[in-house]
Each structure stands twice: as C-alpha cells, then as structure tokens.
T-cell receptor, first 116, second 113 residues
Framework: KAGVTQTPRYLIKTRGQQVTLSCSPI?????VSWYQQTPGQGLQFLFE???????NKGNFPGRFSGRQFSNSRSEMNVSTLELGDSALYLC???????????????FGPGTRLLVL | AQSVTQLDSHVSVSEGTPVLLRCNYS??????LFWYVQHPNKGLQLLLK??????LVKGINGFEAEFKKSETSFHLTKPSAHMSDAAEYFC???????????FGAGTTVTVRA
C-alpha cells in the first residue's frame, strides 16, 4: 500500500505570496492532519479534516487554511507569507480522526517551505 | 489537555550500547502514547504505540517502551544502538479530551562508532 504523499517536496516563495500544499493520504484513510515543524517551535498541530469537514484546529492565524476533497486528498493554503512561515509542513493520515479509537497517524515526507 | 515532556534534548551513545530516551506525560484520561522517529529530511515513522493493552510495548528495529501509570512515564529503550539509529525521536500523547496529538520537543540521538 502506498504511503502518504506530499507535493511539492520543496518550495521557495517570497514574502506576501501565497502557497498551496497538497497531501494524498493512504488509500482508505479518511482523516488528514497537518503539522508545522520548525527548529524553534517544534511540531505544532495546524488542523485536521475528516470526511471533508474540519474537525480540529490549532492556534494558527487565519492565513492558514485547508480543505479536504471527496477522495480524502487535502490541501493547505497559506496566504500573505511571512518569513516565519518557513518550515517543514507535515501531513498525516489515519482511518479515523487522530486519537479516536486509538488510531495511528501515518506521516508523509513533508513539504519544506522557504520564505525569502 | 494532555502534554508531553521529553527529559533529554540530546543523547549520545556508543554503537552497541543501550539507548534510553525518557518521556513523561500528562493526561486526564486514559492516554494513547506513541514514539515516532524522524531521520534527517524525512517524515515521521511510527516506532511503537501504547493503547491500554500490555504495558510493555515492542516496536520496530528492536525498540521497546514501558508504560508506567504511577510514574506517568513512557520511556523508550533499545538494548544495542546501531549507527542507523541516529535520528530525532518524538514522544506523542493523545486522549479523549480533544483527540489532538501533543508532541514532545524531541530527543536527538547520536551514535558514536
């Protein structure tokens, strides 16, 4: 079974631009979560989608948004990029929402975003 | 809400010697606990998880962890370190309060030849 895939793997943007990242979950998984990883803040939860509905949201500004499609693929968008948005963005999928029914989340390789 | 504290930010061991990574958690409910490993420029890979079955959990690559409720700990061990174990390790907790995963700050493991 193919794992979680994320595209693109690397991105360079400039301040003020917007970016869209994509995540394809493991086949059959309906829950997708997004995380931001930086050296200073570590791994921080962004949001989680299940069956096209956002179920949970972390403490990030409204510039960060996401959506999930009927095939469970998910995208996250960051508008008006800031230097501090430079990070590794990780996507994880599970059968059910993270933590529920003791589900394991499986992570993709991440998208490394550099904002100049 | 739940939280995790990884007690060591960096651990250095010699190849062939034991590895111990310490993790304490806080949770108001019966938690699920996980250890993930991240190699440089890679995503996170699940090593093992505890979900209220056996308190001693065996994972991949010779790792195991013991859930101790009285000490609120979930320490990760491996009897004999290999060079390929050099990576960053994350202890993670979730519970029914909000089902979010809470990550520890990570422990970087270096293995000396």
């Amino acid at each position: 079974k193919a794992g979680v895939t994320q595209t693109p793997r690397y991105l360079i943007k400039t301040r003020g631009q917007q970016v869209t990242l994509s995540c394809s979950p493991i086949s059959g998984h309906r829950s997708v979560s997004w995380y931001q990883q930086t050296p200073g803040q570590g791994l921080q939860f962004l949001f989680e989608y299940f069956s096209e509905t956002q179920r949970n949201k972390g403490n990030f500004p409204g510039r960060f948004s996401g959506r999930q499609f009927s095939n469970s693929r998910s995208e996250m968008n960051v508008s008006t990029l800031e230097l501090g948005d430079s990070a590794l963005y990780l996507c994880a999928s599970s059968l059910f929402p993270g933590g529920q029914k003791k589900e394991t989340q499986y992570f993709g390789p991440g998208t490394r975003l550099l904002v100049l | 809400a739940q939280s995790v504290t990884q007690l060591d930010s960096h651990v250095s061991v010699s190849e062939g010697t034991p590895v111990l990574l310490r993790c304490n958690y806080s949770s108001s409910y019966s938690p699920s606990l996980f250890w993930y490993v991240q190699h440089p420029n890679k995503g996170l890979q699940l090593l093992l998880k505890y979900t209220s079955a056996a308190t001693l959990v065996k994972g991949i690559n010779g790792f195991e962890a013991e859930f101790k409720k009285s000490e609120t700990s979930f320490h990760l061990t491996k009897p004999s370190a290999h060079m390929s174990d050099a990576a960053e390790y994350f202890c993670v907790v979730s519970d029914q309060s909000d089902y979010k995963l809470s990550f520890g700050a990570g422990t970087t493991v270096t293995v000396r030849a």
